[in-house]
């Protein structure tokens, strides 16, 4: 995720996945719809386990409760190192297979019963920082590159660069 612009503090992602015993974890972001065929987008049940993943969908499924937000994958995973070592051992030896997360490994994972976990990228608490953690923009195309430096300029910007206590560096 070298061209996403967020704030996280991995250890909660990391202590959320070993408490529910996942084999892979998934940081997770709502999006609208129409921009969700950028991602791979993720269906969940009500416990947050992931049931779908479908990987830069021409049609988003849209999140249950709102039809005008997909469930984005925001590309950041937590794979315990034997589920990790399994699947990249399967994943090498299929010689139909493109070698990517998204369109490979991770359907791969939940057809054979991995336990796949999404995290809800708003409930990673931030220092010093008031109300939800809301902020992630992917900048690869132009126009989001454009509009997440717009973001920066507001006079009250959405993402924090001054926040004292979560320094960027």
């Not at 791979?40 to 049931?51: A, E, H, K, P, S």
């Not at 499924?61 to 399967?90: K, V």
């Not at 809800?120 to 997440?148: C, H, K, M």
């Amino acid at each position: 995720s070298g061209d996403h612009i967020y704030k996280m503090d991995i250890s909660h992602m990391i202590q959320y996945h070993m408490e529910l015993g996942a084999d892979v974890s998934i940081a997770a972001y709502p999006t609208p719809v129409q921009d969700a065929t950028r991602f791979g987008v993720l269906q969940v049940d009500n416990n947050y386990q992931i049931t779908e993943f479908q990987e830069k969908p021409d049609n988003p499924n849209p999140m249950p409760d709102n039809p005008n937000m997909a469930l984005a994958s925001m590309g950041n995973y937590i794979f315990n190192a034997d589920a990790l070592s399994e699947l990249l051992q399967h994943d090498a030896a299929d010689a139909e297979s493109s070698h990517d997360f998204g369109k490979d490994v991770l359907p791969y994972a939940l057809q054979e019963g991995y336990k796949l976990q999404a995290y809800d990228f708003a409930q990673n608490p931030i220092p010093g920082q008031s109300g939800p953690n809301t902020y992630w923009r992917d900048v690869g195309t132009l126009d989001s590159y454009w509009e997440a430096s717009m973001d920066l300029v507001a006079a009250q910007p959405e993402f924090d660069i001054y926040n004292n206590d979560w320094p960027l560096r």
